[in-house]
């Protein structure tokens, strides 16, 4: 259903970081189109909590709220619309663990004095739960909802860890980079959890 991004995680950060805030309009200014020293390892000295992210910093941050906050939309329909106390269940497991990762990007958002505004909103991102995925949501019920709510979820946990993982590898911020490992842990529990019925039925 949705395009599983191929690329590598590492090549999406620097498409975000340079290209894809789009439009440069009122939100923020463009990163630096230049990409950051990918070098991981212990260089100069670490940036200061509240110092300015660089572009990989940056991409993946500004990508990982819109990416939690569209999985919550989406999994908050899942009282109303699964017919299913096990989904429910799960469901309700998994957007509790959104929310409380969106709890940790918002403040982190801010200490990078970046505005909390999804610079992605009609972009129709790798893993990201969209405007049309959320109406297609709300017009179906019952088993066809369930199957709908997995394999939404599965994209959106599979391509978080990617790019998670690539910030652990290429960001230079160390509070970005620690949240981004906690994530990737996060996501392992979370697809090793995914309820089996998404394979099934076509």
Do not use: Y
């Not at 906050?69 to 017919?83: D, I, K, N, T």
Request: proline content about 8%; aromatic content about 2%; some cysteine.
């Amino acid at each position: 259903m949705k395009k599983a991004a191929r690329g590598t995680a590492a090549l999406l950060l620097l498409l975000l970081a340079a290209g894809c805030a789009a439009p440069a309009d009122e939100r923020r200014p463009p990163a630096p189109a230049a990409a950051s020293p990918a070098s991981g390892g212990p260089a100069s000295a670490p940036p200061a909590s509240g110092a300015p992210a660089d572009p990989t910093d940056a991409a993946w941050v500004q990508l990982m709220t819109p990416m939690n906050e569209q999985a919550v939309a989406l999994l908050s329909l899942a009282p109303a619309r699964s017919g299913d106390a096990g989904i429910r269940s799960w469901a309700a497991g998994l957007l509790a663990s959104q929310n409380g990762e969106l709890a940790r990007l918002r403040p982190l958002l801010a200490h990078m004095g970046l505005p909390d505004t999804n610079i992605h909103e009609g972009h129709d991102m790798p893993g990201m739960v969209t405007a049309d995925d959320l109406a297609r949501a709300r017009t179906v019920e019952g088993a066809a909802f369930d199957r709908f709510l997995v394999e939404q979820m599965k994209d959106h946990l599979t391509q978080s860890a990617q790019v998670s993982r690539s910030e652990t590898g290429s960001g230079t911020r160390p509070d970005a980079k620690r949240l981004a490992a906690e994530l990737v842990k996060a996501r392992r529990t979370e697809l090793a959890a995914l309820p089996a019925l998404a394979a099934g039925s076509g």
